[in-house]
């Protein structure tokens, strides 16, 4: 369903709206939940010194049936739950709650942490710290204050008392309130908060709709009839006039554009009598660009011409190869012969390597991309090699993320990639060494990557800018230096790039960077696998 601009603008205020309040209402809330609980942690202190104050006296005179009483009248009042007294050794030795007279309490209790909750005795503590919140058995939150009884001089001067001076504090009153009226008043504060959110977003839509209706939409509706007059060819309507802001501006520009539409239409007319000259103008131009095209068409045919003759020159190489090898396995050959047949055969599979070369080189196909997992084409070139006698002494190391994300590749293009990589390692460690093989992926970066350690000869630092051009092999008479030309092409066909790190004598590191897909997850649970040469279990990817 399509919207008109004043739904959306209402809309659009109406969040923008909604948003700052709810943030300023949550704000609030949680300043007003703080001050309610801070008065509820006043409410029930000013309890408990009330009932000390008040049984100060009896405590003194050893009045324990009169101080019980006493107790058990505030504990009876609206709003305290239940009050405890507590001695120095734990033991709870009245409660207005029956069960619980006589219990001993333990040091890692609640009521007790205040005290005995550090390394050292607390002896004081305010009164946020001497507060706890917990529920009851049956719910509803509950608020629980402690005030310690001190040791004062008026009770251990007192004749009926046997504390001795050095005691400080001789018991624990505990006093527990509910927290129903706090919740209360919170619920009604946030029922009206929500009213009034309600309210001002109704009319905040109210308002927007009718300015934005006086303001907006009228002059953008005489607007568009004047575009569809002017998309008839009816030049001759103007715009009426509106205020002197945005909209009077706009309108101003439409009857300007719509006269210079009727001035361009009658230019229009005037051109048509020259209409036979601009025809033949026309025809020449468009002699000249056959031309053009005759020319590109004819240099497309010449390298086609050229990828014709390289094919063709692989059939008599091969048959100078097949013949070559005939005369090589003829027992009649002379033996002073034998290196000069053997120097042919050699030369024309490196002219054959060289065609192949070439044409791989000159190719330049499209990559066909699909979905594939890194690691598996990983595996899929380590097959294809690691049998090999070059590949015998040397260790492989893998180090798979079992977490990247498929990638959006030529799987055919990328394993030549890698094989090219491998088999350029193994030369290099001259068949003897560790190659290790690790894979991962940079969400920021939104790219995955390859890298591929050797340790092997390394290459000179001159040479490292060298080595993706074409010809270019530091492998004396053992390659055509087409293979990290070919790779380099392909890896940026796929809108990567190639990093080589060497140091001669300690090794080389290539790092091939494929980017990843809009749609491969951002953050994949990154691990890590290590294998022998001899795992061929494929590896996961996500």
């Known amino acids: 369903m399509r919207l ?44 408990s010194e009330t009932i000390l104050r008040a049984t100060h006296n009896q405590m003194l ?13 505030m504990g009876s009042q609206q709003g305290v739950e239940r009050i405890r007294l507590i001695n120095k050794t734990g033991r709870i030795i009245f409660s207005t709650d029956g069960a619980e007279t006589g219990t001993l309490l333990q040091k890692d209790a609640k009521v007790c942490s205040v005290c005995h909750g550090g390394a050292h005795l607390l002896l004081t ?19 629980g204050i402690t005030n310690a009884i001190y040791n004062e001089e008026s009770c251990y001067t007192a004749s009926c008392h046997f504390h001795p001076e050095s005691f400080k504090v001789l018991g624990i009153l505990d006093v527990v309130v509910p927290l129903d009226r706090m919740y209360s008043v919170l619920d009604a504060y946030r029922n009206r908060s929500i009213a009034l959110t309600l309210l001002v977003l109704t009319l905040t839509a109210l308002c927007i709709t009718l300015l934005t209706q006086k303001l907006v939409n009228r002059p953008v509706r005489e607007l568009l009839e004047h575009t569809q007059m002017l998309s008839r060819g009816e030049l001759d309507g103007l715009v009426h006039s509106f205020a002197n802001d945005e909209m009077g501006e706009l309108a101003e520009s439409f009857n300007a554009m719509t006269l210079n539409l009727k001035r361009a239409r009658e230019d229009l007319e ?10 033949q103008q026309r025809t020449y131009e468009v002699t000249q660009m056959q031309a053009q095209l005759i020319r590109s068409e004819k240099l497309a045919s010449l390298g086609e011409l050229v990828a014709g003759i390289a094919h063709e020159i692989n059939n008599p190489l091969t048959g100078i190869l097949v013949f070559s090898s005939l005369i090589q396995s003829n027992q009649k ?19 054959a390597g060289i065609v192949k070369g070439l044409l791989e080189f000159a190719r330049c196909s499209t990559p066909q991309k699909e979905l594939h997992c890194l690691n598996e084409i990983s595996e899929a070139a380590l097959t294809l090699i690691q049998h090999q006698i070059l590949f015998q002494d040397i260790t492989i190391i893998r180090e798979y993320d079992e977490g990247l994300p498929l990638l959006l590749i030529d799987a055919n293009q990328i394993e030549q990639v890698l094989v090219n990589m491998f088999v350029n390692a193994g030369h290099a460690m001259l068949g003897e060494g560790v190659l290790h093989i690790a894979t991962g992926a940079d969400p920021d970066q939104r790219q995955a990557y390859i890298a591929i350690h050797d340790n092997g000869c390394g290459i000179p630092q001159e040479n490292l800018t060298k ?13 055509t230096g087409l293979g990290l030309s070919v790779s380099y092409g392909i890896v940026q066909e796929h809108g990567g790039h190639i990093d080589v790190v060497s140091e001669v004598g300690v090794g080389t590191s290539f790092t091939v960077t494929l980017p990843l897909p809009e749609q491969a997850a951002t953050s994949p649970a990154h691990t890590s696998r290590q294998a022998s040469l001899e795992e061929s279990s494929s590896p996961p990817c996500a």
């Not at 005037?270 to 025809?279: K, T």
């Not at 050959?333 to 490196?350: A, G, H």
């Open 4 to 47: 008109n601009l004043i739904s959306k603008l209402a809309i659009a205020t109406s969040l923008v709206l909604l948003s700052t309040m709810a943030l300023y209402a949550y704000l609030n809330f949680r300043s007003l939940q703080g001050l309610l609980l801070q008065e509820a942690i006043s409410e029930a202190d000013r309890i």
């Open 61 to 73: 005179r050893d009045d324990r049936p009169l101080f019980y009483k006493t107790i058990e009248e």
């Open 125 to 143: 503590a305010s009164s946020k710290h001497r507060s706890r919140r917990f529920f009851r058995a049956g719910g509803g939150e509950l608020l």
């Open 270 to 279: 005037g051109w048509g009598r020259d209409l036979e000259e601009m025809v």
């Open 333 to 351: 050959l002379d033996e002073t012969l034998k290196n000069d047949i053997e120097t042919v055969i050699r030369e024309t599979k490196r002219c």
């Open 467 to 479: 080595i993706f051009d074409p010809f270019f092999s530091t492998k004396a008479n053992k390659g």
